[in-house]
């Protein structure tokens, strides 16, 4: 399954704030952004614009560049694990692939 970048980045965001002790509303208040919308971008929900995500990153005093290299990071730890789970296909897995069988139509 693919990963959104927004997903990813909701993440970051999201262990930054519960590492500092902070909840959603003192986060939002600072960054002056809606409680539920900043809810929605750390659920991967919305996509926050470069503004917004500044302003969140202020708020958390974290900088913008130390969250896409995060995101970045973990991004690509899951597209290597799905790399991995594509890359163990059974080739000894039979299709059968049924006859055509024609039909008359009266």
């Given at each position: 399954m693919t990963t959104l970048l927004r997903e990813v980045i909701g993440d970051v965001l999201r262990r930054a704030r519960v590492e500092q002790g902070r909840t959603l509303r003192e986060v939002s208040d600072s960054a002056r952004v809606s409680l539920g919308y900043l809810s929605e971008v750390e659920r991967g929900r919305k996509e926050a614009s470069s503004e917004l995500l500044s302003a969140i990153c202020g708020a958390l005093d974290i900088p913008l560049s130390r969250v896409l290299s995060e995101a970045?990071?973990?991004?690509?730890?899951?597209?290597?694990?799905?790399?991995?789970?594509t890359a163990h296909i059974d080739v000894s897995t039979k299709v059968v692939i049924p006859q055509v069988v024609s039909m008359a139509v009266a």
């Open positions: 970045g990071d973990d991004l690509a730890v899951e597209e290597s694990r799905d790399a991995a789970s």
